[in-house]
Every structure is written in structure tokens, then in C-alpha cells.
């Protein structure tokens, strides 16, 4: 059985279409051409966080998950790669990208390769991605690209951006094939630290259906 890698791209642009989105699907056609290139079998799903806006709203506020929102964690936690996009506002990554991250399980991403791309209405945004996401991605432990992308309207159509964009899908496509997230999550997942439920009832690292355990639980 061929083994298809799942490509999951988060796209917090407004509009629709938007920059964001454009830019997103400019890196994930790279991304899934490079993975042909490499004889890795790839298919690609997007979350569209603007359909999901009410239902973080009331993820953060109630804590009560809706089912659309139960189907797009489900999707990043099964996810080989990541991309995320996000618009830049006033030097801060858009509200509705931050808060989608802030309500998934805090170990739902450990290990999973991510390229981190922006939109930014001037060069001045251009250090937000490396000096708050890469922070921010880090303590979801996440692995991020080397190469982040940053699009400013001067830099769609110049040489040097579509070499970074060509750059961070060789990066990504590198980390799935090196298979860091499947190495994390096996052998190495009982060597992080886990709170219960944190990561759709796989972060304990328990058979549950193990002797020892049907005896502590009062079972046969």
C-alpha cells in the first residue's frame, strides 16, 4: 500500500481570494511538485480559518469544539507537513491564525515539519515571521523550515522570492522524507513531557488494553 503523505495548509487570509491564499497555493504546487520529484507520493487539504472564525471564537471562549473544527485538528494531527499563512497586521500575525493554533492541543504538533509564510502590506513586516512565529512554533514543537516566506507587493514577481519559495519546498519536502515526525512519535514520544488529553489520547504512550492495565482498572 502506498504510503500518501498528507500536506495540510492553514490559510488566514480575509478575502477570498486573498494574497494569503495565493501565496499558500503558490508554495503548496511547489511543495507537491517536489515531492513527485522525489518519488514521494503527496496529496494536499486546506483549513480555510475564515470559515472556521465563529467556531474558535467559541473554542477559546467556551471550550466547547464544534464539529467543524473537531475535523480541522484532526486533520493537522494527522498532517506530514504544514504550511501556514497568515496576513500581517500592525507587526503581529492575524488574529484568527493565532488563536486557531492557541486552541489545538499543546501536543498535537511535536515534531511535524512547517513553512511559515506572510503577507505584509510593506517590507517593515518582514521580520515578524522569524522573530515572533518561529518562537511561537517552537513551543508547540513543531519543526519550522529553515526558510520562511515573507510577501510583500514589490516581491510576487521578483527572482529572489521565487527562489525562496522553491528554497522552503525543497526544506519541507526534505523533513518529511527524513521521517523526524515519525521517529518523535514513536520511540521518542515517552520522552516528552505530556499533560493528559493533549494530544488526541495518544500523548500518554499507554496500552490501555495491556494486562496490567484492565487490572487497574478493575477489569478481566
Known sequence: ???????????????????????ADRLTQKTLAEAKRQGIEMEARV?????????????????????????????MRDAD????????????????????????????????????????GSPRHSLVVDDQLRGFFSYLRAVTAPTSLVSSPDDWNSKEFGSRVDRASRELVALVKGGFRDSARGEGWIEYQHSFGSAGGTELGIDLSSDLMRLATGGR
Not at 5 to 20: E, F, I, R, W
Not at 60 to 72: D, F, G, K, W, Y
Request: glycine share 6%.
Open 1 to 23: 500500500m502506498t504510503d500518501t503523505k498528507q500536506l495540510v495548509v492553514v490559510n488566514a487570509g480575509a478575502g477570498d481570494p486573498s494574497t494569503t491564499r495565493l501565496l
Open 47 to 75: 483549513i480555510e480559518l475564515r470559515s472556521l472564525a465563529g467556531d474558535i471564537m467559541a473554542a477559546l471562549t467556551t471550550q466547547l469544539v464544534s464539529p467543524e473544527l473537531e475535523r480541522a485538528t484532526e486533520l
Open 81 to 120: 507537513a504544514i504550511i501556514a499563512a497568515t496576513p500581517i497586521y500592525k507587526a503581529a500575525a492575524s488574529g484568527l491564525f493565532s488563536s486557531f493554533f492557541q486552541v489545538l492541543d499543546n501536543d498535537l504538533l511535536i515534531g511535524t515539519p512547517v513553512v511559515l509564510a506572510a503577507t505584509a
